[in-house]
Nanobody, 123 residues
């Protein structure tokens, strides 16, 4: 099974940028549809973005459209989430998740999860 490790989180001021990484091991990441989710304290986990195995299909949740970009480098077994124009409401723990079947933005469909990386945006 695939093992996922997120990195790249941190503290940034509103309007700034961060790039999150999701490193996969144990199995070729090209086998999986990968999605990013986030969860803020006291809130439910919500979808952020998803990318297909070959990277030709992406989908974004409305709150991040036009600001975030999901990408992947299968040769490096790594996924990325470029986050620009960050807002305080983007503050959350960010998780990457993998799925062998069709890509969705539904957290319950994903069986493999990383431990998360914290993003804090101050206004």
């Amino acid at each position: 099974q695939v093992h996922l490790v997120e990195s790249g989180g941190g503290s940034v001021q509103a309007g700034g940028s961060l790039r999150l990484s999701c490193a996969a091991s144990g199995y070729a990441v090209s086998t999986y549809c990968i999605a990013w989710f986030r969860q803020a304290p006291g809130k439910e986990r919500e979808s952020v973005a998803v990318i297909s195995r070959g990277g030709d299909y992406t989908s974004y949740a409305d709150p991040v459209k036009g600001r975030f970009t999901i990408s992947r480098d299968n040769a490096k077994n790594t996924l990325y989430l470029q986050m620009n124009s960050l807002k305080s409401e983007d503050t959350a723990m960010y998780y990457c998740a993998a799925r062998e079947l069709a890509c969705t933005l539904i957290a319950g469909n994903y069986g493999y999860w990383g431990q998360g990386t914290q993003v804090t945006v101050s206004s």
